[in-house]
C-alpha cells in the first residue's frame, strides 16, 4: 500500500474532538498543491459541465459533488498524510470515502446582513437523523474541510461550529432573535488549513463579505454505510487511484481469500498493526 506515515494524534487532540466535535489542523497543504486545486477548481466551476454539480443558490453558492472523480489532482486528499492518521485514530480503520464535495461560496451582496447564513445551521448526513432521530444520531463519520483561501478577518464565508453540539441528542437551540446557538464560533483559517469535524456537529455558512471561498471536503464513513455521493467509482477512475485510494472508495482488494467477515484485506488495519494504533473504537 501507499506508504502513510503515522501523525500522532495527540491526548488534547483527542479530548477536544470528543468534547466540541472539531479540531483545526493548521497548515495541512502547501503553497504548491492550494495552487493546483485552486487551478482546477476554478477551471471545473467555470465550465457549464452538470453533472455532480451542486447549486443550492445561484450566484451564491457553486460546487461538485463526488469531485475526486474529476480530476486526479483531488486524489492525494483522500490518503493525506496528514490528516488520514488522524481520522483513522478518531474513528478506527474500517473506513471509506463518504463524500468529496469542492464548494466555492461567491461574496454576498452589498447590504448583506452579517447574520446571513447560508446554509443554514444543520448536521451533515441528514438521512441519518431522519430514520433514526436525532437523539439516536451515533458518531458515524467526519469530514475534512480543506479551505484553499484565506479566511483569517471575520465574515469571509468560513464555516461556523457549534462546539459540543455533537452530543445533543435535540435539535441545537437558536433564540429568537439570533441567528447563532450561543456557543458558535468561526474560525479564523489561513490557505491550507484544514478542520476535521464530526457530522454530528452542528454547522453554517458564514456570511462572505470579504472574496470568493474556495474549499475542498472530504468526508469518511465507516464501511458498513453507503456514501452519499457515489456507489462505484467509474472504471477510468479506479485506474488512477493506488491500491490504498482503492480500497477508501469501497473497492475490495485482490488477495484470493474467499471469505473475510469484513470484505477483504485492510490496508488500514495493517497500518494501525504497524504502528501501533487501536483499529476499532471499542478499544480506545
Given at each position: 500500500m501507499t506508504a502513510l506515515p503515522y501523525t500522532p494524534l495527540t491526548a488534547e487532540q483527542r479530548k477536544q474532538?470528543?468534547?466540541?466535535?472539531?479540531?483545526?489542523?493548521?497548515?495541512?497543504?502547501?503553497?504548491?498543491?492550494?495552487?493546483?486545486?485552486?487551478?482546477?477548481?476554478?477551471?471545473?466551476?467555470?465550465?457549464?459541465?452538470?453533472?455532480?454539480?451542486?447549486?443550492?443558490?445561484?450566484?451564491?453558492?457553486?460546487?461538485?459533488?463526488?469531485?475526486?472523480?474529476?480530476?486526479?489532482?483531488?486524489?492525494?486528499?483522500?490518503?493525506?498524510?496528514?490528516?488520514?492518521?488522524?481520522?483513522?485514530q478518531l474513528l478506527g480503520a474500517n473506513l471509506q470515502i463518504s463524500t468529496s464535495h469542492l464548494i466555492y461560496r461567491w461574496v454576498d451582496p452589498e447590504g448583506t446582513p452579517v447574520s446571513r447564513r447560508l446554509p443554514g445551521w444543520h448536521r451533515d448526513n441528514g438521512r441519518t437523523r431522519l430514520d433514526l432521530g436525532e437523539a439516536n444520531y451515533p458518531r458515524m463519520g467526519l469530514k475534512c474541510a480543506f479551505y484553499l483561501t484565506d479566511l483569517s478577518e471575520p465574515n469571509s464565508g468560513a464555516t461556523l461550529l457549534a462546539p459540543g453540539s455533537h452530543l445533543l441528542k435535540e435539535r441545537i437551540e437558536i433564540k429568537d432573535g439570533k441567528a447563532d446557538p450561543d456557543n458558535a464560533i468561526e474560525p479564523l483559517l489561513n490557505p491550507g488549513d484544514c478542520v476535521i469535524f464530526e457530522y454530528r456537529t452542528w454547522h453554517a455558512g458564514g456570511v462572505n463579505l470579504r472574496h470568493t471561498r474556495k474549499a475542498v471536503m472530504v468526508g469518511y464513513g465507516y464501511r458498513w454505510l453507503k456514501p452519499m455521493d457515489y456507489l462505484q467509482q467509474p472504471p477510468q477512475v479506479l485506474e488512477q487511484m493506488d491500491p490504498l485510494q482503492r480500497f477508501l472508495v469501497g473497492e475490495r482488494a485482490d488477495d484470493g481469500v474467499e471469505f473475510m467477515p469484513n470484505g477483504s484485506t485492510n490496508p488500514l488495519m495493517e497500518w494501525c498493526e504497524a504502528n501501533g494504533v487501536v483499529a476499532d473504537r471499542l478499544g480506545v
Open positions: 474532538f470528543d468534547e466540541e466535535g472539531y479540531l483545526i489542523v493548521r497548515n495541512a497543504l502547501d503553497s504548491d498543491t492550494i495552487e493546483r486545486l485552486i487551478e482546477v477548481g476554478d477551471r471545473l466551476i467555470a465550465s457549464d459541465q452538470r453533472e455532480n454539480r451542486q447549486q443550492e443558490v445561484p450566484g451564491l453558492y457553486d460546487g461538485f459533488r463526488n469531485v475526486l472523480s474529476m480530476d486526479d489532482v483531488f486524489l492525494p486528499l483522500m490518503t493525506h498524510p496528514v490528516t488520514l492518521p488522524l481520522v483513522i
